[in-house]
């Protein structure tokens, strides 16, 4: 682990927070207070900038967060390509603690679209496989995390991921541009048990262990961190994901995974600023995706954890064996 800020703690979204077992008592906040003059070096700093960046310190406000961009299969021996577009968004709200760290309470919704037509995806046909699947998108309620002057553990992913580094203060990468912006760089690269057993998700299953990577830039305008009265600073960003295929494929051990490039970033005017079908398509699944928690709860678990829960493994034909990239081409004659 880097500095340990995966997707949903980076864009809101993207992407991930602790599960866990029982929540702190939280704090009945007196109106925002935080720490604005620049010190890249001071923990306490680190910790409300962050928040600022991930959530309203204006406690009565909830923060919109959107993600778009694509997904790509890699394969030996053969290009790297597109298998869909990526968009959703999340909701935040941020609460105060008694020792001075945030709460943040996320709910996230993300659904794939067609490569070339942009449509919302309820079912796909797998290139590697020529198999029509069912989509399941991601919607994740909750995933929580708190915010303080020390850094996060990694994720727990209802306590599969066992990784426990020392304690150590909260100092993220931040760089300035010399022309008045901001960036700050996060990086995670995580590998721990698969809630997928594969001697029972034959299909949907990558294997016993899950390895996952995210990498994030932000990019601000040093005015708006530097401004005492601004509680949620506006952003834009870059993710990046390396992560097994999805589940839902059915490619089970095969060779190969999925690269997610992405834009994501805040958006002010919430509901009305997203895309009009991917609100209505969660607006469907249940208006709760429209809101943020209100309340502590848990556990916070991922996509694939939820899958899981949720979904059930599917039939095995008979000789069935997980797709295989193509043979390394003969090397050319001399």
Known sequence: MKNGI????????????????????????RGP????KIDFKDPKWNRDTFAR???DLDFGKEKCGWIKG?????????RIRPLFKVEGFSFTRLKKLEDGSYRKLLREIVFYRDVTTGEILKSWKNPYTGEEVAVVPIANDPFNFTISEFAPEPPSYG????DKPPRRPFLLDWSEDGEGNIILNTAIDLYYPNALNPEKWVRESSGYMNRVSEYFSYYMKRSDVANPKLTHIPHVGSWTRITPWLPWMLM???????????????????EKGLSPDIVAAARAMDEKWL?????DYGPSLSSLENYARFQ?????????TPPQPPAAPKPPRS
């Open 159 to 162: 306590g599969l991921n066992k």
């Open 6 to 29: 995966t997707r949903r703690e980076g864009l809101g979204l993207a992407g991930a927070a602790i599960g866990m077992a029982a929540a702190p008592a939280l704090a009945v906040p």
């Open 252 to 270: 089970g051990q095969a060779p190969g995974h999925m690269s997610y490039a992405c834009s994501y970033g805040s958006e002010p005017h919430g």
């Open 53 to 55: 960046l991930d959530g």
């Open 291 to 295: 809101h943020a928690p209100t309340e």
């Open 70 to 78: 694509t997904a790509y299969g890699v394969r030996e021996n053969e």
């Open 312 to 320: 059930k493994p599917a039939p095995v034909p008979p000789g069935w």
């Open 33 to 36: 207070s935080f720490v604005s």
